[in-house]
């Protein structure tokens, strides 16, 4: 049973920024693709950004120079730095691991707010 724990989220002001990290307990971290997801209220999950087992990765466009994904192997861990946070970042943030199922975290809520 794979477990993932995210920890970081906050109430920020716009601007603001904020890391998240995501601590797996899976053996062989290393070979597997992460992702961050989040779901704003009334809104389906998204990706936010992705990183496979050799460190390339992807962003959504709202999130491009803003955002960067990186992970510690040695760790376990993937990041999501997030710098000029805007209010429509706002919503909860999962972590995902690409393991044969797919598993989830328990989600860390985001809110950038005046």
């Known amino acids: 049973q794979v477990q993932l724990v995210e920890s970081g989220g906050g109430l920020v002001q716009p601007g603001g920024s904020l890391r998240l990290s995501c601590v797996a307990s899976?053996?062989?971290?290393?070979?597997?693709?992460t992702a961050w997801y989040r779901q704003a209220p009334g809104k389906q999950r998204e990706l936010v950004a992705g990183i496979t087992s050799g460190s390339s990765t992807n962003y959504a466009d709202s999130v491009k120079g803003r955002f960067t994904i990186s992970r510690d192997n040695a760790k376990n861990t993937v990041y999501l730095q997030m710098n000029s946070l805007k209010p429509e970042d706002t919503g909860v943030y999962y972590c995902c691991i690409y393991t044969i199922p797919n598993y989830w975290g328990q989600g860390t809520q985001v809110t950038v707010s005046s």
């Open positions: 899976v053996t062989y971290f290393s070979i597997y693709g």
